[in-house]
């Protein structure tokens, strides 16, 4: 009595879960494993496939994310919200001039815009 051949995916998670549990594993030759198989489970997924051989794709993912969690090969967590916290706030407010920020018009530069917003509204108010 032969086994069934293995899937792919089960070959791939294979692989990975004995070198995983080898004493002198390399972590890089790991980390390039885990990712092509995550990288094959992400097209199965997009492609709507759910189980292979009657085996969910989800526990793939998972027992892929479990490994990946116990070998360390996520990067550190980085609280953004926390380094906010600890920049210095400078308040500078009271330096702060705003003389340039308004823009200055002569007279002949307003009676041109209120023309283009008069033939604005005409042009709109008749085609509405």
């Known amino acids: 009595m032969s086994k069934k051949p293995k899937n792919v995916i089960e070959k791939k998670w294979l692989t990975i879960k004995t070198k995983s549990k080898e004493d002198n594993y ?45 070998l360390g090969l996520l990067p550190e967590y980085r609280d953004s919200d926390r380094e906010a916290e600890l920049e210095e706030i400078i308040d500078d407010w009271d330096s702060y001039d705003d003389s340039d920020d308004e823009p200055v018009y002569d007279e002949d530069q307003i009676a041109e815009r209120i023309k283009e917003d008069e033939a604005h509204n005409s042009f709109y108010s008749e085609n509405l």
């Open 26 to 70: 390399d972590l890089e030759e790991l980390d390039h494993l885990t990712s092509d198989l995550i990288a094959h489970l992400a097209q199965l997924t997009d492609r709507g496939i759910e189980e292979i051989d009657g085996v969910s794709i989800n526990m793939y993912k998972d027992r892929t994310w479990l490994t990946i969690e116990k």
